[in-house]
């Protein structure tokens, strides 16, 4: 089955019902040796086309995953990203903001953290979030601190939506390319993974009680989730709402979209002047008679 990646695109100014977007679809894969495989051949052509990218240093890659608590962000980033070099990759988590990050605009703790070119940037959770947890408990909000803050909240989350496609339209006009994808993992998927992070004892650090009480708010997640993807899913920085109920068949989504973006860059291996090749040539023939 082929992967169109115009089939989990949000489209610019579409109007976004998360309860219409599938969390689960047929598979690509038709077993698990099938998905091992062609797993194995998207990373190998990931591995290939970051090492043209640390080369070319001409683009940077921003890796954005969003999505509610055990939809198989870790996993899909570990297995997507296995064989990319670390010293061109770097993957940042965000929690709860500390007092110090508090003290800044809502942009700043993740736009330090930022790829340089030549470089891929994954975001685990990102500044969405102020968007999408702050927008769910208004308490979060209070405690930021906002000089003159509006009555109507909805004004507040316009203003940043408004942010961040300035700051998407900044990045990509300077090199770097957004990807950003939404797992979206249905409730009844999300029990029985929670079910059995306690049943298995190696997975039982991955479970909080914090996240039954997240839960809980199933369906305000839902509409802030909506509402974020239709005000910044934009052409140069959009969305891919990624069925998560089957994590094979997601991280087999994901691999796919990143590559075909990056192969969309066209990047080649920097051209040597014939003045360096003849220096080379001169070295070499230097060295094979040493």
């Given at each position: 089955?082929?992967?169109?990646?115009?089939?989990?695109?949000?489209?610019?100014?579409?109007?976004?019902?998360?309860?219409?977007?599938?969390?689960n679809m047929a598979p690509v894969y038709t077993e698990k040796h099938d998905y091992k495989q062609m797993?194995?051949?998207?990373?190998?052509?990931?591995?290939?086309?970051?090492?043209?990218?640390?080369?070319?240093?001409?683009?940077?890659?921003?890796?954005?995953?969003?999505?509610?608590?055990?939809?198989?962000?870790?996993?899909?980033?570990?297995?997507?990203?296995?064989?990319?070099?670390?010293?061109?990759?770097?993957?940042?988590?965000?929690?709860?903001?500390?007092?110090?990050?508090?003290?800044?605009?809502?942009?700043?703790?993740?736009?330090?953290?930022?790829?340089?070119?030549?470089?891929?940037?994954?975001?685990?959770?990102?500044?969405?979030?102020?968007?999408?947890?702050?927008?769910v408990h208004p308490e979060i909000l209070a405690n930021e601190g906002l000089p003159d803050r509006p009555?109507?909240?909805?004004?507040?989350?316009?203003?940043?939506?408004?942010?961040?496609?300035?700051?998407?339209?900044?990045?990509?006009?300077?090199?770097?390319?957004?990807?950003?994808?939404?797992?979206?993992?249905?409730?009844?998927?999300?029990?029985?993974?929670?079910?059995?992070?306690?049943?298995?004892?190696?997975?039982?650090?991955?479970?909080?009680?914090?996240?039954?009480?997240?839960?809980?708010?199933?369906?305000?997640?839902?509409?802030?989730?909506?509402?974020?993807?239709?005000?910044?899913?934009?052409?140069?920085?959009?969305?891919?709402?990624?069925?998560?109920?089957?994590?094979?068949?997601?991280?087999?989504?994901?691999?796919?979209?990143?590559?075909?973006?990056?192969?969309?860059?066209?990047?080649?291996?920097?051209?040597?002047?014939?003045?360096?090749?003849?220096?080379?040539?001169?070295?070499?023939?230097?060295l094979a008679t040493s």
């Open positions: 089955m082929d992967i169109k990646t115009k089939d989990f695109r949000v489209a610019e100014g579409d109007h976004v019902d998360l309860d219409k977007w599938a969390t797993l194995e051949d998207h990373v190998a052509r990931l591995s290939a086309q970051q090492q043209l990218l640390y080369a070319a240093n001409s683009h940077a890659v921003l890796l954005i995953f969003q999505a509610m608590d055990a939809a198989g962000k870790d996993g899909a980033i570990r297995h997507v990203m296995s064989g990319v070099n670390p010293q061109g990759c770097q993957v940042f988590s965000f929690k709860h903001p500390s007092a110090d990050e508090l003290e800044h605009d809502f942009l700043w703790r993740t736009t330090r953290n930022l790829p340089a070119r030549g470089r891929i940037g994954i975001f685990n959770r990102s500044y969405y979030e102020e968007v999408l947890i702050a927008r009555k109507d909240d909805r004004k507040v989350w316009k203003h940043r939506y408004r942010s961040i496609n300035d700051l998407e339209q900044h990045l990509h006009a300077n090199g770097t390319r957004i990807i950003k994808f939404f797992l979206h993992l249905s409730k009844d998927e999300q029990r029985r993974r929670f079910i059995e992070r306690i049943d298995a004892r190696d997975k039982n650090w991955k479970f909080s009680a914090a996240d039954i009480t997240e839960r809980g708010f199933w369906d305000e997640y839902m509409t802030a989730y909506g509402k974020c993807l239709e005000a910044t899913s934009t052409r140069h920085a959009p969305w891919h709402v990624v069925p998560a109920d089957d994590k094979m068949n997601a991280r087999l989504i994901v691999s796919h979209i990143l590559l075909e973006s990056l192969e969309a860059l066209k990047m080649t291996y920097p051209q040597v002047s014939a003045a360096r090749m003849a220096e080379l040539l001169a070295i070499r023939k230097q």
